[in-house]
């Protein structure tokens, strides 16, 4: 685990700069988005209904390609004005504007159709877990606007395996921070 400043936008830029010839800490790169459940991971489902419409639709993707999601409290993506496109390197942070835990993840793919939009990112070395998370906006045939989040993921610092229900506790508020975050967006454009 690392942790960082998120305001020091020099040692940010630094950090993400040293992670872009890594690898990804796990094998099954891009299940998440094609609904394979990796063997040894614990899996999560999460959803939202954002409400209804075109419009809807179209301000959730909007929200999500502009990392609308992880705007929950305590919550940072650096840089944040990134472009989500494969290949992406980021860091997420979790914490304060001055020391927070350091997340690394490289976008790994992204899903544009017409009735859906959403990327999946993957653990990078440093993040405290092993896994892969899919964020994914869909409009159905009655118009009814989801925001679906699914993930696979294992401790990979022995202090988050220590930390047992705790670690999956904060892991499940974090998703759910990213739900909500989402779902204000696009009924209140903050």
């Known amino acids: 685990m690392k942790f960082v400043s998120p305001t020091d936008a020099i040692a940010m830029d630094r950090l993400v700069k040293s992670l872009r010839g890594t ?3 796990y ?7 094609v609904g394979v459940e990796p063997e040894g991971f614990h899996h999560d489902r999460y959803e939202i209904l954002l409400g209804r419409g075109t419009e809807t639709f179209q301000r959730a993707v909007t929200g999500l390609r502009t990392w609308k999601a992880h705007a929950a409290p305590g919550f940072r993506v650096f840089p944040h004005e990134e472009a989500i496109s494969t290949g992406v390197t980021v860091v997420v942070t979790l914490g ?4 927070a ?6 976008i790994v793919g992204v899903l544009d159709e017409q009735a859906q939009w959403g990327f999946a990112y993957g653990t990078l070395p440093g993040h405290p877990e092993k896994g892969e998370e899919a964020f994914v906006v869909s409009i159905s045939p009655d118009e009814t606007v989801h925001f679906e989040i699914v993930a696979f993921s294992r401790p990979a610092d022995p202090l988050v395996r220590l930390s047992g229900p705790l670690g999956r506790g904060i892991q499940k508020g974090g998703t759910n921070g990213y739900l909500w975050a989402l779902r204000r967006f696009v009924r209140r454009g903050v």
């Open 23 to 25: 690898q990804p800490t």
């Open 27 to 33: 094998a099954d790169v891009g299940a998440s988005l």
């Open 96 to 99: 304060t504007r001055f020391l």
């Open 101 to 106: 835990l350091a997340a690394p993840c490289r």
